[in-house]
């Protein structure tokens, strides 16, 4: 159990982070908010890299700053930029990380071995990383963060620079590896948390503003979200009077996804609210910062 009691972050007197209250046990959770609402600063704490200004983070009971090199023996991080050298290979990066980490050699090959295959990196092992592509580095990004086989795994926009189809297959790994583990992914794509997350937590003005399951923050917004068709020249003015979370051509007409409290309008049709959805709700008005 991974417990955050109480924790505030302040930069001087700017606020990062305002009184946050979580708790994780072993599965995924996606922790979703737009770029600057402070996913970052929570990570950071999380993985000791910060101290709170107040508060306390506890794994089964004890302090985490207390437990020092134990606790971050538990770790697996992957920052949203990550330091390698350009000239080495997955395999030379790799295995310099494990010695830092203090395994032994035999085990750390073989965990290369099977991280490797892991990320679909088999046959780029041995090439040097400057000629890879951003996606490629990222899967490398994702190995070092196995590398301990850990049991808190804190991910920060993992899936930057991921193809579709490597984002599927670095869904389908998390979903595996949280059957025995703590997973924290966090991101602003909210399709990269919709199939494989436990429950979403939520950032809004400092603070936690959910921390559910994906079926019971949707039902938040039940009976506002509805579709329609109009004519192009209408768009502009429907804009205007209703918030407008998806459009596209279709049959000559602009079929339009949209927020209202109105009521069912004739040719509206009230529609089941999805995750991004209320993502796009909630977060409307949002001015980020830090």
């Not at 400057?130 to 086989?149: C, E, H, P, T, Y």
């Not at 494989?196 to 938040?220: H, P």
């Not at 918030?243 to 509206?268: A, V």
Request: glycine share 8%; hydrophobic share 35%; proline share 3%.
């Amino acid at each position: 159990m991974l417990t955050i009691h109480q924790v505030s972050k302040y930069y001087g007197n700017f606020c990062a982070l305002r009184d946050i209250e979580l708790e994780f046990e072993n599965g995924v959770y996606g922790l979703l908010a737009p770029n600057g609402a402070g996913k970052t600063t929570l990570l950071r704490m999380l993985v000791t890299l910060l101290h709170p200004t107040s508060g306390e983070i506890r794994y089964d009971g004890v302090d985490i700053y207390e437990m020092d090199e134990q606790y971050r023996e538990l770790l697996g991080y992957l920052p949203q930029d990550f330091g390698y050298y350009r000239n080495n290979t997955p395999r030379q990066y790799l295995m310099y990380l494990s010695a830092l980490k203090g395994m032994e050699r035999k085990a750390a090959k073989e965990k290369i071995d099977q991280l490797m295959e892991l990320v679909g990196l088999q046959e780029a092992s041995d090439k040097k990383m400057k000629k890879f592509s951003g996606g490629m580095i990222q899967r490398v990004g994702i190995a070092q963060a196995m590398l301990n086989d850990p049991k808190i795994l804190i991910l920060d926009e993992p899936t930057a620079g991921l193809d579709p189809k490597e984002r599927v297959r670095f869904r389908n790994v998390l979903t595996d590896l949280a059957r025995d583990r703590i997973v924290l992914l966090s991101t602003h794509i909210v399709s990269d948390v919709e199939s494989i997350a436990n429950e979403i937590i939520m950032i809004k003005d400092r603070q936690v503003l959910y921390k559910d399951r994906i079926e019971n923050i949707c039902r938040t917004i039940d009976g506002i979200v509805y579709e329609t068709e109009i004519d192009f020249e209408r768009a502009h003015d429907f804009r205007q009077r209703h918030f407008s979370l998806s459009e596209k051509q279709e049959g000559g007409k602009l079929k339009i996804r949209f927020l209202s409290t109105e009521g069912t309008l004739e040719g509206w049709r009230a529609v089941k609210p999805g995750l991004e959805d209320v993502f796009l709700h909630i977060y409307q008005d949002e001015k980020v910062g830090r």
